[in-house]
Protein backbone atom coordinates (compact mmCIF):
# COMPACT_ATOMS: atom_id res chain seq x y z
CA UNK A 1 0.00 0.00 0.00
CA UNK A 2 1.01 3.70 -0.64
CA UNK A 3 -0.55 6.98 0.21
CA UNK A 4 -0.58 9.34 -2.30
CA UNK A 5 -2.13 13.33 -1.90
CA UNK A 6 -2.90 16.09 -4.24
CA UNK A 7 -5.35 18.68 -5.48
CA UNK A 8 -7.17 19.35 -8.56
CA UNK A 9 -4.29 21.20 -10.25
CA UNK A 10 -2.42 17.71 -9.79
CA UNK A 11 -4.57 15.15 -10.38
CA UNK A 12 -2.68 14.70 -13.88
CA UNK A 13 -0.02 13.46 -11.72
CA UNK A 14 -1.72 10.15 -10.91
CA UNK A 15 -3.32 8.86 -13.46
CA UNK A 16 -7.02 7.78 -13.18
CA UNK A 17 -6.67 7.76 -9.16
CA UNK A 18 -8.75 10.61 -8.25
CA UNK A 19 -11.63 9.18 -11.16
CA UNK A 20 -11.25 6.16 -9.77
CA UNK A 21 -11.18 7.41 -6.39
CA UNK A 22 -15.34 9.00 -7.11
CA UNK A 23 -15.75 5.79 -8.59
CA UNK A 24 -15.32 3.86 -5.33
CA UNK A 25 -17.24 6.68 -3.20
CA UNK A 26 -20.45 5.82 -6.00
CA UNK A 27 -20.38 2.61 -5.09
CA UNK A 28 -19.75 3.03 -1.49
CA UNK A 29 -22.18 5.64 -0.81
CA UNK A 30 -24.65 5.68 -3.21
CA UNK A 31 -24.49 1.43 -4.31
CA UNK A 32 -24.23 -0.29 -1.04
CA UNK A 33 -25.75 3.04 1.46
CA UNK A 34 -28.19 4.47 -0.35
CA UNK A 35 -27.16 8.11 -0.03
CA UNK A 36 -29.51 10.50 -2.33
CA UNK A 37 -25.99 12.75 -3.46
CA UNK A 38 -24.93 13.62 -7.24
CA UNK A 39 -24.01 10.99 -9.12
CA UNK A 40 -23.68 8.93 -12.17
CA UNK A 41 -23.62 5.57 -13.25
CA UNK A 42 -19.37 5.40 -12.79
CA UNK A 43 -19.20 8.62 -10.21
CA UNK A 44 -20.33 10.35 -7.02
CA UNK A 45 -18.70 14.05 -6.88
CA UNK A 46 -20.49 17.03 -5.41
CA UNK A 47 -19.92 20.36 -4.87
CA UNK A 48 -17.00 20.01 -1.92
CA UNK A 49 -14.71 18.71 -5.13
CA UNK A 50 -13.90 22.26 -5.90
CA UNK A 51 -10.08 23.68 -6.31
CA UNK A 52 -10.55 23.81 -2.31
CA UNK A 53 -10.24 20.29 -1.62
CA UNK A 54 -7.09 17.96 -0.86
CA UNK A 55 -7.32 14.22 -1.37
CA UNK A 56 -5.33 11.98 0.51
CA UNK A 57 -5.14 7.71 -1.17
CA UNK A 58 -4.36 4.71 -0.91
CA UNK A 59 -3.23 2.51 -3.55
CA UNK A 60 -2.26 -1.58 -3.89
CA UNK A 61 -0.75 -2.18 -7.07
CA UNK A 62 -1.79 0.74 -8.49
CA UNK A 63 -5.41 0.45 -7.67
CA UNK A 64 -7.13 3.09 -5.42
CA UNK A 65 -8.51 0.87 -2.33
CA UNK A 66 -9.38 3.71 0.23
CA UNK A 67 -9.23 7.68 -0.10
CA UNK A 68 -10.72 10.88 1.93
CA UNK A 69 -11.20 14.82 1.47
CA UNK A 70 -10.27 17.38 3.35
CA UNK A 71 -10.23 21.59 3.05
CA UNK A 72 -9.74 23.94 5.46
CA UNK A 73 -13.14 25.55 7.56
CA UNK A 74 -12.89 28.78 6.00
CA UNK A 75 -13.51 27.52 2.57
CA UNK A 76 -15.91 29.23 0.26
CA UNK A 77 -16.71 28.13 -2.93
CA UNK A 78 -19.63 29.72 -4.94
CA UNK A 79 -22.78 29.62 -2.55
CA UNK A 80 -21.40 27.02 -0.49
CA UNK A 81 -18.59 26.57 2.06
CA UNK A 82 -17.29 23.43 3.68
CA UNK A 83 -19.94 20.31 4.55
CA UNK A 84 -20.56 21.19 8.78
CA UNK A 85 -20.88 24.52 8.27
CA UNK A 86 -23.35 24.81 5.35
CA UNK A 87 -25.34 21.51 6.85
CA UNK A 88 -25.64 24.15 10.18
CA UNK A 89 -26.62 26.99 7.99
CA UNK A 90 -29.97 24.51 6.66
CA UNK A 91 -28.29 24.24 3.22
CA UNK A 92 -28.02 20.36 3.23
CA UNK A 93 -31.45 18.46 4.18
CA UNK A 94 -29.92 15.66 4.57
CA UNK A 95 -27.87 16.70 7.90
CA UNK A 96 -29.55 17.86 10.88
CA UNK A 97 -28.71 21.54 11.74
CA UNK A 98 -27.93 21.15 14.99
CA UNK A 99 -25.12 18.35 14.46
CA UNK A 100 -22.72 21.41 15.93
CA UNK A 101 -23.74 24.33 18.12
CA UNK A 102 -21.95 26.54 16.15
CA UNK A 103 -20.70 27.60 13.01
CA UNK A 104 -16.59 26.86 12.78
CA UNK A 105 -14.10 29.28 10.29
CA UNK A 106 -10.91 29.02 11.63
CA UNK A 107 -7.45 28.00 9.17
CA UNK A 108 -6.28 25.64 11.64
CA UNK A 109 -9.25 23.66 11.49
CA UNK A 110 -10.08 21.39 8.23
CA UNK A 111 -13.04 19.15 7.57
CA UNK A 112 -12.70 15.69 6.13
CA UNK A 113 -15.20 13.84 4.26
CA UNK A 114 -15.62 11.26 2.03
CA UNK A 115 -13.85 8.49 3.69
CA UNK A 116 -13.75 5.06 2.19
CA UNK A 117 -12.58 2.06 1.67
CA UNK A 118 -12.97 -0.81 -0.94
CA UNK A 119 -14.52 -3.72 0.04
CA UNK A 120 -11.66 -5.42 -1.21
CA UNK A 121 -9.72 -4.66 1.80
CA UNK A 122 -11.12 -7.64 4.09
CA UNK A 123 -8.65 -8.36 6.91
CA UNK A 124 -8.54 -6.46 10.12
CA UNK A 125 -4.91 -5.95 9.98
CA UNK A 126 -5.15 -4.07 6.39
CA UNK A 127 -7.99 -1.93 6.82
CA UNK A 128 -6.00 -0.56 9.81
CA UNK A 129 -3.00 0.11 7.53
CA UNK A 130 -5.73 1.52 5.28
CA UNK A 131 -7.05 4.01 7.48
CA UNK A 132 -3.68 4.77 8.92
CA UNK A 133 -2.20 5.68 5.54
CA UNK A 134 -5.81 7.83 4.56
CA UNK A 135 -5.29 9.68 7.39
CA UNK A 136 -1.67 10.26 7.67
CA UNK A 137 -2.18 11.75 4.64
CA UNK A 138 -4.87 14.23 5.53
CA UNK A 139 -2.74 15.08 8.46
CA UNK A 140 0.70 16.11 6.36
CA UNK A 141 -1.59 18.19 3.82
CA UNK A 142 -3.39 20.20 6.85
CA UNK A 143 -0.28 20.28 8.42
CA UNK A 144 1.97 21.83 5.33
CA UNK A 145 -0.92 24.46 5.24
CA UNK A 146 -1.21 25.37 9.10
CA UNK A 147 -3.99 22.97 9.96
CA UNK A 148 -3.44 21.90 13.35
CA UNK A 149 -6.97 20.31 13.89
CA UNK A 150 -8.99 17.94 12.02
CA UNK A 151 -13.24 17.50 12.41
CA UNK A 152 -15.51 15.19 10.03
CA UNK A 153 -19.07 13.62 10.33
CA UNK A 154 -18.02 10.25 10.62
CA UNK A 155 -19.86 7.00 11.91
CA UNK A 156 -19.32 6.65 15.54
CA UNK A 157 -16.90 3.44 14.94
CA UNK A 158 -14.43 5.66 13.61
CA UNK A 159 -13.66 7.48 16.87
CA UNK A 160 -12.58 4.12 18.22
CA UNK A 161 -10.57 3.35 14.90
CA UNK A 162 -8.79 6.99 15.05
CA UNK A 163 -7.97 6.16 18.86
CA UNK A 164 -6.49 2.87 17.81
CA UNK A 165 -4.00 4.33 15.40
CA UNK A 166 -2.61 7.08 17.76
CA UNK A 167 -5.01 9.71 17.32
CA UNK A 168 -6.66 11.78 20.50
CA UNK A 169 -9.92 11.70 18.59
CA UNK A 170 -13.21 13.11 20.53
CA UNK A 171 -16.91 13.74 20.12
CA UNK A 172 -18.02 16.78 19.54
CA UNK A 173 -22.70 17.62 19.38
CA UNK A 174 -25.12 14.89 19.66
CA UNK A 175 -24.91 11.62 17.32
CA UNK A 176 -27.71 11.08 15.27
CA UNK A 177 -29.30 8.24 13.27
CA UNK A 178 -29.04 8.81 9.59
CA UNK A 179 -32.99 7.10 8.43
CA UNK A 180 -31.24 6.38 4.66
CA UNK A 181 -28.69 3.81 6.39
CA UNK A 182 -29.30 2.97 9.42
CA UNK A 183 -26.12 3.90 10.77
CA UNK A 184 -25.54 7.01 14.00
CA UNK A 185 -23.00 9.64 12.97
CA UNK A 186 -21.45 12.51 15.25
CA UNK A 187 -18.67 15.03 14.95
CA UNK A 188 -15.35 13.75 15.41
CA UNK A 189 -12.54 15.99 16.42
CA UNK A 190 -8.52 15.41 16.80
CA UNK A 191 -5.27 16.90 16.55
CA UNK A 192 -3.57 16.57 13.57
CA UNK A 193 -0.54 14.72 15.30
CA UNK A 194 -0.53 11.29 16.72
CA UNK A 195 0.50 10.84 20.57
CA UNK A 196 3.98 11.42 21.51
CA UNK A 197 3.95 7.58 22.95
CA UNK A 198 2.16 6.28 19.97
CA UNK A 199 4.18 7.92 17.49
CA UNK A 200 7.60 6.94 19.06
CA UNK A 201 6.44 3.36 18.98
CA UNK A 202 5.77 3.98 15.21
CA UNK A 203 8.89 5.41 14.74
CA UNK A 204 10.81 2.40 16.72
CA UNK A 205 8.99 -0.33 14.57
Given at each position: ?K?????L?E????GT?F????????????????????????V???QY??P?A?Y???L?????I?G???????S???????M?R??????????P?E?????IAN?NV????R?VMS??????AD??A?L??I??GLV????????S?????S????M??L???G?D???I????LN????RKY?VL??P?????A???V????
Open positions: MNITFDSIHMHAYDYLALRKHFFVDTLGWDIPHNDEEMDDNLHSLVRDGKVGARAMPTTSWGDYTYLDAVSGKLADIDVMSKEPWECTLEEVKCHRSCSLVDRVARKQGGELMSLPLSLRARQLYASRGKPYPGDGARMAERAAHAERAVA
